[in-house]
């Protein structure tokens, strides 16, 4: 069974100051991880993606998340939030390889970041 | 390219009540997925499909139907909607490749009374 662990309910991060939102994950084999983007009243968009390489990914608008295989984490980053980042942020995880071929992800419960001008 | 299209954008049932929700795609994608999205619960996976015709159960199927009569449609059926149906319902698609990534839906807001 594959899960994600997003400990943080929300995170408040003042404009301009880096921001991080935490993920860790359990899945057997090697792991592709996501992270999406949802804002109010709209669905889910993808941010960015590790899949195999680099530990660091960047992603869009700035953002870029950080794979630790012995940590099992991947934590969004962002050096200078804005305003704009504000929103419902979703880390999901599924196996390199998925025998039924259904290619199913998990996603954990959602952080909030709220950026404060 | 529209995407990933769903219908209707809003609903309000009353116990009892059918409905069927409509996510259509055109980017030619095998793998459709449905999913419920619920305060502090993130997404749960309902039921996915990995082609035409093709349907599987996914995490929290009870209560719920779905068809793949045509690549581009996956239907989301409830045959006796129920308060604990209450959620935003969202639906992915992505071409199957093993690198690839799911592509969201705007969301269908129901609301069982």
């Known amino acids: 069974a594959q899960s994600v662990a997003q400990p943080e309910d929300q995170v408040n991060v003042a404009e301009g100051n880096p921001l991080t939102v935490k993920c860790t994950y359990s899945?057997?084999?090697?792991?592709?991880l996501f992270w999406y983007v949802q804002y109010p009243n709209r669905g889910l968009q993808f941010l960015l993606k590790?899949?195999?390489?680099?530990?660091l990914v960047k992603g869009s608008y700035g953002f870029e998340a950080e794979f630790n295989k012995s940590q099992t984490s991947f934590h969004l980053k962002k050096p200078s939030a804005l305003v704009s980042d504000s929103a419902l942020y979703f880390c999901?995880?599924?196996?390199?390889?998925?025998?039924?071929?259904?290619?199913?992800?998990?996603f954990g419960k959602g952080t909030k970041l709220s950026v404060i001008p | 390219n529209a995407g990933v299209t769903q219908t209707p954008k809003f609903r309000v049932l009353k116990t009892g009540q059918s409905m069927t929700l409509l996510c259509a795609q055109d980017?030619?994608?095998?793998?459709m997925y449905w999913y419920r999205q619920d305060p502090g619960m993130g997404l749960r996976l309902i039921h996915y499909?990995?082609?035409?015709?093709?349907?599987a159960k996914g995490e929290v199927p009870d209560g719920y139907n779905v068809s793949r009569l045509k690549k581009q449609n996956f239907l989301l059926g409830l045959e006796s909607a129920a308060p604990s149906q209450t959620s935003v319902y969202f639906c992915?698609?992505?071409?199957?490749?093993?690198?690839?990534?799911?592509?969201f839906g705007p969301g269908t807001r129901l609301t069982v009374l």
């Open positions: 999901a995880v599924r196996a390199a390889y998925s025998g039924a071929g259904s290619y199913q992800l998990t």
């Open positions: 499909s990995v082609g035409e015709g093709t349907t």
């Open positions: 992915a698609s992505l071409t199957g490749g093993r690198t690839d990534t799911q592509y």
């Open positions: 899945v057997s084999g090697n792991p592709y």
């Open positions: 980017m030619n994608h095998e793998y």
């Open positions: 590790y899949i195999t390489g680099d530990n």
